[in-house]
């Protein structure tokens, strides 16, 4: 199995919280935290939802799961890159160091995040909606993106019901699509 983390996640998280109150921790910065235990997702150039078979955005705007025509994409969308861009993200540190190395560790990372994490639709056994959330099921019955958290939020609880739920649709049409191939 392979393990594939953003290590630096837990380092921008640790950055950012250096000499920061817990108030400001809450609500500066972004946190992104993605743990995919499995050895069919991989690195991809981000998705353009324009040109997506269907796409659908978090109630916040910060991610979004793109189906394309064999893949689902999970990414960040411009506007939580951009809120990681934005100076603001370290503002709320007090000490003037902690600021510069958060802001550094911020820059060098930024293309790292400037990626999304792609599942082939092959390697799906279901799609739906339920507990509250969107779950894309392997065969084995594990959940893909299930521990994919954006601003401390799972990533699959935080798309309105309806759109959770056209989503799960979609990849099985495109699935069954797929399978006729």
Excluded at 127 to 136: K, V
């Amino acid at each position: 199995m392979l393990q594939f983390r953003y290590v630096a996640t837990s380092t921008i998280a640790l950055v950012l919280t250096l000499g920061s109150p817990a108030r400001a921790q809450k609500s500066g910065g972004t946190n992104v935290s993605l743990n995919v235990g499995d050895s069919v997702a991989h690195v991809v150039e981000r998705a353009n939802p324009a040109t997506a078979t269907y796409a659908i955005t978090t109630k916040d705007g910060m991610g979004a799961l793109v189906l394309m025509d064999t893949t689902i994409v999970a990414q960040m969308t411009e506007r939580g890159l951009e809120k990681l861009r934005n100076r603001a993200a370290t503002d709320s540190i007090k000490g003037a160091t902690e600021r510069m190395l958060a802001r550094m560790v911020l820059g060098a990372l930024q293309p790292m995040f400037d990626h999304g994490i792609a599942y082939h639709l092959r390697d799906l056994a279901s799609a739906e909606y339920a507990d509250d959330r969107l779950q894309l099921k392997r065969k084995n019955g594990d959940e893909i993106f299930r521990d994919v958290k954006i601003n401390n939020t799972r990533l699959m609880e935080s798309f309105s019901p309806e759109d959770a739920k056209t989503f799960a649709r979609k990849v099985s049409d495109a699935r069954t699509r797929l399978a006729a191939r």
